[in-house]
């Protein structure tokens, strides 16, 4: 077992530490949680906990990896009910097993549901959640690839996704993101909400445009820098894109410029802001951050914690 800090990131227990299993196949920080996409998640738990402005008692993610992101709920927004979807039936195994270890909340024990399931297939009709939180992959499967192989579908999504008719949102690799949004909408409550983690390397225009299309308003609740891990995969994946669609990504050079990764603003933030923030950040696309990392370099790109609440009333 890793023993990981979370009492900068959690609500103050007794124990400081989260103790979690991996396989091969599952996904999650390491060694710390600092860096890791759940750094800035766990900054949107707390402003979203804080604001009061959305209630959460029953907590959806799909795509849980290790667990930790529903660890990190139970600690943090204290929700009744959590359900954690995977789609690799033994990441959903191991992160059952992870949460069971590591929800330690004082009575009422929240209910927790952890289930194999493709996007949200496995929630029974008539569920309502308050919050659905996703950070799914964003790659389209360009190459042969076993799905089932290592932590790839992680990287990768190899299922058709709905066909989207904005190109730009395909172009750019939202599609899952947008598949989630437009699937959730059958899983809210009224007063429910979807937490997208997306990598910011696309222009803000067309994350606008994904929210909008997809039928939500939306609130930028944290803006992140991290470092790109797993290079060499995800690197490869949009520079395929980049040539395939014709289309330019965002990513920093991070031994090029004097940027600290981590949180960066706290919302709700303006995508004014954001774009003052980052407008003399040496932006570089995916084909320059590829041969920079082949040279030794670091890179980053851009995090965004975004909520989302649907623009039509739900039933
Ligand atoms: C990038 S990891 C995210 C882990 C964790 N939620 C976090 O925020 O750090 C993506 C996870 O989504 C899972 N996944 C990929 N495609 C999926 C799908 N269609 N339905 C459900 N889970 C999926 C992968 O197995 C992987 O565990």
Same mark, same amino acid.
């Given at each position: 077992?890793?023993?990981?800090?979370?009492?900068?990131?959690?609500?103050?227990?007794?124990?400081?530490?989260?103790?979690?299993?991996?396989?091969?196949?599952?996904?999650?920080?390491?060694?710390?949680?600092?860096?890791?996409?759940?750094?800035?998640?766990?900054?949107?738990?707390?402003?979203?906990?804080?604001?009061?402005?959305?209630?959460?008692?029953?907590?959806?993610?799909?795509?849980?990896?290790?667990?930790?992101?529903?660890?990190?709920?139970?600690?943090?927004?204290?929700?009744?009910?959590?359900?954690?979807?995977?789609?690799? #039936?033994?990441?959903?195994?191991?992160?059952?097993?992870?949460?069971?270890?590591?929800?330690?909340?004082?009575?009422?024990?929240?209910?927790?549901?952890?289930?194999?399931?493709?996007?949200?297939?496995?929630?029974?009709?008539?569920?309502?959640?308050? &919050?659905?939180? #996703?950070?799914?992959?964003?790659?389209?499967?360009?190459?042969?690839?076993?799905?089932?192989?290592?932590?790839?579908?992680?990287?990768?999504?190899?299922?058709?996704?709905?066909?989207?008719?904005?190109?730009?949102?395909?172009?750019?690799? &939202?599609?899952?993101?947008?598949?989630?949004?437009?699937?959730?909408?059958?899983?809210?409550?009224?007063?429910?909400?979807?937490?997208?983690?997306?990598?910011?390397?696309?222009?803000?225009?067309?994350?606008?445009?994904?929210?909008?299309?997809?039928?939500?308003?939306?609130?930028?609740?944290?803006?992140?820098?991290? #470092?790109?891990? #797993?290079?060499?995969?995800?690197?490869?994946?949009?520079? %395929?894109?980049?040539?395939?669609?014709?289309?330019?990504?965002?990513?920093?050079?991070?031994?090029?410029?004097?940027?600290?990764?981590?949180?960066?603003?706290?919302?709700?933030?303006? %995508?004014?802001?954001?774009?003052?923030?980052?407008?003399?950040?040496?932006?570089?696309?995916?084909?320059?951050? %590829?041969?920079? %990392?082949?040279?030794?370099?670091?890179?980053?790109?851009?995090?965004?914690?975004?909520?989302?609440?649907?623009?039509?009333?739900?039933?």
């Amino acid at each position: 077992m890793t023993k990981l800090m979370v009492w900068p990131y959690f609500r103050r227990g007794p124990y400081p530490y989260v103790e979690l299993d991996y396989n091969q196949h599952s996904y999650g920080p390491r060694r710390e949680i600092r860096g890791d996409w759940l750094e800035f998640s766990f900054a949107a738990f707390r402003l979203i906990r804080e604001t009061g402005r959305c209630p959460v008692n029953a907590f959806v993610t799909v795509g849980t990896g290790v667990g930790l992101d529903a660890i990190g709920a139970a600690h943090i927004l204290r929700p009744q009910h959590i359900v954690a979807l995977d789609i690799h #039936e033994q990441v959903a195994e191991l992160a059952h097993r992870n949460i069971e270890h590591n929800v330690r909340i004082p009575e009422p024990h929240p209910v927790v549901d952890v289930l194999q399931s493709d996007m949200l297939t496995a929630l029974s009709p008539g569920f309502k959640a308050d &919050l659905i939180y #996703e950070n799914l992959p964003n790659i389209p499967a360009y190459k042969p690839l076993d799905y089932r192989q290592d932590i790839l579908s992680a990287t990768y999504f190899a299922r058709a996704v709905e066909t989207v008719v904005d190109a730009p949102i395909a172009q750019y690799l &939202l599609s899952s993101h947008h598949d989630i949004l437009r699937q959730s909408l059958n899983f809210l409550s009224p007063t429910g909400h979807v937490l997208c983690s997306i990598g910011g390397r696309v222009p803000v225009s067309v994350l606008d445009h994904l929210f909008e299309s997809a039928g939500y308003r939306h609130q930028v609740l944290v803006v992140g820098l991290k #470092e790109q891990t #797993e290079a060499e995969e995800v690197l490869s994946g949009y520079r %395929w894109a980049e040539a395939e669609h014709g289309v330019v990504f965002r990513f920093v050079d991070l031994d090029g410029a004097d940027i600290v990764p981590g949180v960066q603003l706290l919302g709700p933030v303006s %995508w004014l802001q954001v774009e003052e923030l980052t407008a003399v950040w040496p932006w570089i696309s995916a084909h320059e951050a %590829w041969s920079r %990392w082949r040279q030794g370099h670091r890179v980053g790109h851009l995090v965004f914690a975004i909520l989302a609440h649907p623009q039509a009333p739900v039933c």
